[in-house]
């Protein structure tokens, strides 16, 4: 990586995000060219209503995404299978091998949005895991347990020690992603397991605790799923993205939902930090005094771990300071991005 402070300017390998939300339709097409923008590829999450659960809906999502990137912009969605207590392991074998499905997502049933039709009992899902680690697919994990009697704050710790641990002992071959980690935990989970497993972060959970949602008010525009944690499971959080290790990548978890529907009685789990999130991400690296580590967590430990050469092209940040504006105008939805009236230091050149 090239880093040169003293003339505002860094300049790494174009990255990726290794987990968004594109939605579909109308939205879709209005979001989409705010990840193409910076990321060359993007790992697509399948929790579509009904969800994307087979090699041909996952094709027919795919067409539709490449359909709405804005035209001279190179990026390629990268999908995923939403399992189900009835997944067909031999679709996923051969959407696998046809490269039309990079991986497959696990969702605990009713963990979060969209994620009803989730797996109830994971333990249903043995053979498929065996066959995901024949041919080395990826395993992307939601990691949360959801019985009502288990704390919001405890659920991934909790799942770790139920599901998650358990699964990586059986299946040492399979590779596994834990996406989004959130706690103190997590990191030590990631840390002691073989190089099967690895992690992403998201640049809210660097970036804010749970503070964020309940101090002065409820603040839906800071609730997302898993929720943040308290203030040693954030710096957890930096001190595994800014380590240097190969277990961490990039993935924002990006998540666009209508204004209204964020700000509602029973408001939608969901941070948008797509339009500035390699900024975001950018300031984190900066306060840590780590941007010398910055390139190997947005462009090249990702790509690593999937089997896929890391890219080419490079992209600039310039050292400006810029105002997130309050709200992106998504064909005709509001949506309030992540920063949304914050201050950033770094801005995407071009």
């Not at 990826?138 to 919001?152: Q, Y």
């Not at 596994?176 to 706690?183: D, G, K, Q, W």
């Not at 910055?294 to 940040?317: C, D, Q």
Request: with cysteine; net charge negative; aromatic share 8%.
């Amino acid at each position: 990586m090239k880093s040169a402070p003293q003339t505002g300017v860094l300049t790494i390998r174009r990255p990726d995000d290794w987990h968004v939300h594109l939605r579909d339709g109308a939205v879709m097409e209005g979001v989409v060219g705010y990840t193409a923008r910076q990321f060359a590829r993007a790992i697509v999450m399948p929790n579509l209503s009904p969800p994307v659960t087979t090699t041909a809906l996952a094709a027919q999502y795919r067409e539709r995404i490449l359909g709405a990137v804005p035209k001279g912009r190179g990026f390629t969605p990268l999908m995923t299978a939403y399992l189900t207590d009835s997944t067909d392991a031999e679709d996923l074998v051969r959407g696998h091998a046809e490269g039309v499905l990079t991986a497959a997502k696990l969702y605990p049933a009713n963990a979060t949005t969209n994620s009803a039709h989730g797996v109830t009992d994971i333990r249903k899902l043995e053979p498929i895991f065996e066959r995901m680690a024949e041919i080395g697919m990826p395993l992307l994990v939601h990691g949360e347990v959801t019985e009502d009697h288990i704390d919001v704050f405890d659920r991934e710790a909790e799942f770790i020690e139920r599901i998650l641990a358990p699964l990586v002992e059986r299946r040492p071959g399979l590779k596994v992603v834990f996406e989004h980690i959130t706690t103190s935990q997590a990191v030590e989970f990631v840390n002691s397991t073989n190089e099967n497993v690895a992690a992403t972060i998201t640049p809210q959970h660097l970036h804010i605790n749970r503070n964020a949602m309940l101090v002065g008010g409820i603040r839906p525009h800071a609730y997302c799923l898993p929720v943040a944690k308290r203030e040693q499971h954030r710096l957890a959080l930096r001190d595994a993205a800014t380590s240097g290790s190969a277990k961490y990548f990039l993935g924002t978890d990006s998540a666009p939902h209508a204004r209204e529907d964020k700000e509602s009685a029973c408001g939608c789990a969901g941070i948008f930090n797509a339009p500035f999130a390699i900024e975001s991400y950018a300031a984190v690296f900066e306060e840590e005094g780590a941007l010398d580590k910055f390139e190997a967590f947005a462009s090249i430990n990702g790509p690593r771990f999937y089997g896929l050469p890391v890219n080419e092209e490079k992209i600039t940040l310039e050292k400006i300071q810029h105002e997130v504006c309050g709200e992106v105008d998504a064909n005709g939805t509001a949506i309030v991005p992540f920063h949304a009236g914050e201050t950033l230091g770094w801005r995407l050149a071009g």
